[in-house]
Structures are given as structure tokens and as C-alpha cells.
């Protein structure tokens, strides 16, 4: 069964640093989203991306934040200079159109130190 | 705006019996569709059900049903004959055209199956 393949499935990085988050959606897959989970905390949007644009972003997708897809299988998130409040597991979602479920990865869970 | 409730922080449940998770909503769009994950201690999130605002007959995937009651907001999740697998967080979640089709989650209820 196809599935949204996430990696790394744990990143550590110093406060400053950039990090680079990859996915790959479901290969005939249109929408694509970010989400995060602080730990504890409910799962909350991040962004939205449909024909290689940005069609939404929540307030917490600041400068710091960016997304690329830079080949027509991976789409990745881009965090410039991480802060400790960065410290969550992103998901990465895929659909098929929006009629239909999105398809969650396993998770990247972002450690900042 | 849309909103998704979840009053139950955490349940306990006995194995092989039946549980309800509540889930309320808000929204002002007319079309809309409501979903329920899992999320394991694992981390992952798994795609339990989906109702769409116009489907007339409850959602059923095996164990799991949603009682979906439009007029009061509600979409209740329903997991019969709970196996000790089932012990796992639970997001209801919501999809509707005026928040951008992106997905909306409630804060999420716990749930221990006790054998």
C-alpha cells in the first residue's frame, strides 16, 4: 500500500542551525501539508502547498519557515535558524484531491538544543 | 472558523468492550468533512474514518463507526470490542472550503484499554 515516507524519523540540532525535513508524498498525490505537534499538544496547520505554490500558511509559517518541491517526489520543510520552541514531531500529509482523506507520514520528530 | 472539541482528556476502557470518543465541531461552511485519526505511542498518525457533511448513513471502517449527528455538531467515535491495540491518543479533525481545506484538530482524548 503506498504510502507518505518521512525522513529522518528523529533530528537533534543546535539552537541556530538550519534543518531540512523531507517527504515523500503518495506518487499520484496533488495536496501537500506540513503540520507540527508540540509534545502534548494538539496537531496544528503549518502550511498547505497545490501546484508548486503556497496556497495557505498558518501564523506560526513565519520567515524562518520555507517549503520546496524541488523534484516532482520529495517536498521538504525548511526551518533557517531553529529556536527551542521549534522542539516538535512534524508530519508531513498527502491527497489525492480534497474530496478525500489526507495520507499522514510517521513523523519527524525535531529535537533543538 | 472552524473548531474541533474533544471534552474527554482521557478513558479508560475494558478490553472486548465498546467506547465512545465525543467530538463537536463548529463551522459555517454547508460542506465539510470530519475525520478521525490514531495516533499510537509511536507517533504516527493513522486515518481511522471519514464522514462527509452530506453522507445520510453513519460512517462504519470494522470496529470503528461515527455517530455523526449534524444538527447538534456532533461526530462521535465509536470502537467496539476494544483490544489492547486500541490504546492510543484519538484526533477528531476537520476539513471544510472556508479554513482552505486544510485540517483542523480537536486536542485529542487518551484512551487505555485495560485487560
Known amino acids: 500500500e503506498p504510502e507518505v515516507t518521512q525522513t529522518p524519523s528523529h533530528q537533534v540540532t543546535q539552537m541556530g542551525q538550519e534543518v531540512i525535513l523531507r517527504c515523500v508524498p503518495i506518487s499520484n498525490h496533488l495536496y501537500f501539508y506540513w503540520y507540527r505537534q508540540i509534545l502534548g499538544q494538539k496537531v496544528e496547520f503549518l502550511v498547505s502547498?497545490?501546484?508548486?505554490?503556497?496556497?495557505?500558511k498558518s501564523e506560526i509559517f513565519d520567515d524562518q519557515f520555507s517549503v520546496e518541491r524541488p523534484d516532482g517526489s520529495n517536498f521538504t520543510l525548511k526551518i533557517r535558524s531553529t529556536k527551542l520552541e521549534d522542539s516538535a514531531m512534524y508530519f508531513c500529509?498527502?491527497?489525492?484531491?480534497?474530496?478525500?482523506?489526507?495520507?499522514f507520514g510517521q513523523g519527524t520528530r525535531l529535537t533543538v538544543v | 472558523a472552524q473548531k474541533i472539541t474533544q471534552t474527554q482528556p482521557g478513558m479508560f476502557v475494558q478490553e472486548k468492550e465498546a467506547v465512545t470518543l465525543d467530538c463537536t465541531y463548529d463551522t459555517s461552511d454547508q460542506s465539510y468533512g470530519l475525520f478521525w485519526y490514531k495516533q499510537p505511542s509511536s507517533g504516527e498518525m493513522i486515518f481511522l474514518i471519514y464522514q462527509g457533511s452530506y453522507d445520510e448513513q453513519n460512517a462504519t471502517e470494522g470496529r470503528y463507526s461515527l455517530n455523526f449527528q449534524k444538527a447538534r455538531k456532533s461526530a462521535n467515535l465509536v470502537i467496539s470490542a476494544s483490544q489492547l491495540g486500541d490504546s492510543a491518543m484519538y484526533f477528531c479533525a476537520m476539513r471544510g472550503k472556508a479554513a482552505g481545506n486544510k485540517l483542523t484538530f480537536g486536542g485529542g482524548t487518551r484512551v487505555l484499554v485495560k485487560p
Open positions: 500529509a498527502s491527497r489525492v484531491d480534497l474530496y478525500t482523506e489526507a495520507f
Open positions: 502547498f497545490y501546484n508548486n505554490e503556497i496556497s495557505e
